[in-house]
């Protein structure tokens, strides 16, 4: 019971009692109109802003009606300009028949600013046909093919078109390319370059070929050039006529009746051997083999003839146009020749053919021929021999190893660039240097030794004159003694140290493109290469063999074995030079107080001038002395490695005592003097 009256009794309402209202506080809320208006002010200042900034821009672009599009900033069109805001900006514009124009540009400060464009058309073309149709077609001289033809891509403007055709006068024209990637059409009728010739032959029926084109047979009228072509009429068994004519064009010319004159016959010639010499009733005609062409129905005579062979003789008559055959087997002049060689196995060639060995009797035709004897290693030998019937003939040869055969080419005398004669020689056998210790005169820096030249050389036949030095140093003078001139063209330089005289030889081997001897840096001589072929001055040991050595041992003086020297001897101390010497030769003469001209006395064994007199002279070798003889001969002495002192050879015109005319005599020094000059030198290879 007490659960169902609670199940049953009434919710009674609480009293609310609500917060209390804030009454300091207020809402805010926007109102549309103010906010419009605000808008419509920042907008308007915007505006503003943009006008006070921007800056006029006129756009002009042809053609007139390209489409145009900015980009890359704001920008107002304005009828026939633009607002735009200083900055870049890229323009496109496109046009039919025209490339699209892309261009980026930038805008300035300046308040109008004009920007004026062309757009480029585009490329055009052109449609040709030509009457006749194939010819060939060329546009600014460029071959482009043959008509008909569209011709694409030209670029708008005049351009030169050439037609061509054969037989056709060509024809150029100025054309005009609208482009705008239209097409253009042209039709060109060209203009024939012929007239007509009218052909009649006799007998007719004669083909008729104008240049390598057969047009028909007599009697005909074709086309001709009027440029001019060549006509030939062609008939069986008569000669061929053949003429070059030309035609006006448009015109037809007429020939006379062609009469066609019967056809040579043709002999074809040869012989055995061939290239005999043919005469034809008396005149030349050529060598075998050989076409000659015969009046027909006439008796012809024909002579062979070929050196060391008999005449042969033939007549023959041939019908017109008949084609011979003939072929002449010549009988030999034959006459003997027997080779004697040496070697005994060398073999014989006979006009380029190995015929045998040495020692054998040849029968040859009675001409010339030419003859060979080999062997391997030595020189090939060449003889020409014209054998004669009746008369027997020898040929004797001995042939030279290839080294003997290579000296012998070497010539035995060469001449210098500047006109100095050079001799060659190959000592073969030792000889001695130097004087025996109780020579008198003897010094003791004459030690005698044995010596042996195995390089052959060339030697100066003379002394080097003023002449020739100068052409190398053109201020130098030789200056004088005691007031007689030592300058003359043709007499011996002197006043010169050793090296002027090496870089002489220096300065004429580079004439002569030959290796320089000596090595030289900043114009001073640092030394030699023994190897090289340059000009040289000679080495003490080829200048004592050269005035000394002989078969029958060593020359003491150049005259002789005997003291003093009889007149003219060679340029010495005479009496003339008596107030210039200190020990003249008593009652000597030789005609000149100073040096002479070079080769004014007789040469010695060797054909060599002034060796001793005239000037002494400077050699290769630095100064020493030596010690002792060797068991075995020096090969090629060059002298000492190094020195402060050069050796000098030969007497002067200042030398008259026994110790200085002795060939064996050797001086020293450094030092240039007015009776010391020098010769050159240098070896084969």
Same mark, same amino acid.
């Given at each position: 019971m007490n659960e169902q009256k609670n199940d049953h009794e009434a919710i009674q309402p609480l009293a609310f009692t609500p917060l209390a209202e804030n009454t300091g506080a207020k809402r805010f809320r926007l109102k549309p109109l103010p906010m419009l208006l605000g808008l419509a002010l920042i907008a308007s200042l915007l505006v503003?802003?943009?006008?006070?900034?921007?800056?006029?821009?006129?756009?002009?672009?042809?053609?007139?009606?390209?489409?145009?599009?900015?980009?890359?900033?704001?920008?107002?069109?304005?009828?026939?300009?633009?607002?735009?805001?200083?900055?870049?900006?890229?323009?496109?514009?496109?046009?039919?028949?025209?490339?699209?124009?892309?261009?980026?540009?930038t805008v300035g400060k300046d308040d109008h600013q004009l920007l004026q464009l062309e757009m480029q058309k585009l490329p055009g073309h052109l449609a040709l046909t030509t009457e006749p149709p194939g010819a060939e077609v060329s546009i600014n001289d460029e071959a482009v093919g043959a008509a008909p033809l569209t011709i694409s891509d030209l670029t708008p403007g005049d351009h030169t078109l050439t037609i061509s055709a054969q037989r056709y006068l060509p024809v150029t024209r100025e054309i005009n390319i609208e482009g705008m990637d239209t097409t253009q059409s042209l039709s060109v009728q060209l203009e024939p370059a012929w007239g007509q010739v009218s052909l009649t032959s006799s007998p007719p029926g004669a083909t008729v070929s104008v240049g390598d084109e057969d047009r028909g047979v007599t009697p005909l009228t074709t086309e001709l050039l009027a440029e001019g072509e060549v006509i030939k009429v062609a008939l069986p068994g008569y000669k061929t006529w053949q003429q070059s004519l030309s035609v006006a064009i448009g015109e037809t010319l007429a020939v006379d009746d062609i009469q066609l004159e019967p056809a040579d016959g043709l002999l074809q010639l040869s012989s055995t051997p061939s290239g005999a010499t043919v005469t034809l009733n008396g005149a030349y005609q050529g060598t075998t083999p050989l076409d000659i062409e015969l009046t027909p129905q006439q008796t012809h005579q024909l002579t062979l003839f070929f050196n060391g062979y008999k005449t042969a003789k033939r007549s023959l008559t041939l019908s017109a146009g008949e084609q011979q055959s003939m072929s002449v087997q010549l009988?030999?002049?034959?006459?003997?020749?027997?080779?004697? /060689?040496?070697?005994?196995?060398?073999?014989?060639?006979?006009? +380029?053919?190995?015929?045998? !060995?040495?020692?054998? @009797?040849?029968?040859?035709? /009675?001409?010339?021929?030419?003859?060979?004897?080999?062997?391997? +290693?030595?020189?090939?030998? !060449?003889?020409?021999? @014209?054998?004669?019937?009746?008369?027997?003939?020898?040929?004797?040869v001995t042939l030279l190893t290839e080294q003997q055969a290579r000296w012998a080419s070497v010539p035995e005398k060469i001449t210098t660039a500047n006109g100095a004669t050079l001799l060659l020689f190959k000592p073969r056998k030792p000889f001695t240097m130097g004087a025996p210790r109780r020579e008198s005169g003897r010094r003791a820096n004459e030690v005698r030794r044995e010596v042996l030249l195995t390089r052959p050389f060339y030697l100066a036949s003379h002394e080097v004159t003023n002449r020739q030095f100068k052409q190398f140093a053109r201020t130098h003078s030789s200056s004088h003694a005691g007031g007689i001139t030592l300058d003359q063209p043709t007499q011996p330089v002197v006043r010169i140290s050793w090296e002027q005289a090496a870089r002489y030889c220096n300065w004429l081997s580079g004439k002569d493109n030959l290796t320089p001897f000596y090595r030289e840096e900043n114009g001073k001589i640092k030394g030699f290469a023994p190897s090289a072929n340059g000009y040289r001055l000679p080495t003490e040991a080829e200048w004592a063999w050269a005035a000394r050595a002989t078969s029958g041992g060593e020359k003491r003086f150049s005259w002789g074995q005997q003291y003093p020297p009889a007149n003219r001897s060679g340029n010495f101390a005479d009496t003339s030079a008596g107030?210039?010497?200190?020990?003249?030769?008593?009652?000597?003469?030789?005609?000149?107080?100073?040096?002479?001209?070079v080769g004014s006395f007789r040469p010695n064994h060797r054909q060599l001038y002034d060796l001793e007199g005239n000037v002494s002279e400077w050699v290769n070798d630095y100064y020493g002395i030596e010690l002792g003889l060797g068991s075995r001969a020096e090969k090629d002495p060059m002298g000492p490695a190094t020195g402060d002192l050069r050796v000098i050879r030969g007497a002067s015109w200042r030398h008259g005592n026994i110790t200085e005319l002795r060939l064996s005599y050797r001086d020293y020094g450094e030092q240039p003097r007015d009776d010391l000059g020098f010769r050159i030198a240098r070896y084969v290879e």
């Open positions: 503003m802003a943009f006008l006070l900034s921007a800056r006029s821009v006129v756009v002009k672009i042809t053609p007139d009606n390209a489409r145009i599009d900015i980009s890359g900033g704001i920008s107002f069109a304005l009828a026939d300009h633009y607002l735009m805001r200083p900055g870049d900006y890229q323009l496109e514009a496109e046009a039919e028949g025209f490339e699209v124009l892309q261009l980026p540009f009988q030999a002049n034959l006459g003997e020749v027997q080779v004697v /060689a040496s070697p005994a196995d060398a073999s014989v060639w006979i006009d +380029g053919v190995m015929r045998g !060995t040495q020692g054998q @009797t040849f029968t040859l035709p /009675a001409r010339q021929h030419r003859i060979e004897l080999r062997r391997a +290693g030595y020189a090939t030998a !060449t003889r020409t021999v @014209t054998p004669q019937p009746g008369l027997d003939q020898v040929v004797k107030r210039l010497v200190t020990e003249p030769i008593k009652g000597y003469t030789d005609g000149f107080a100073v040096s002479a001209p």
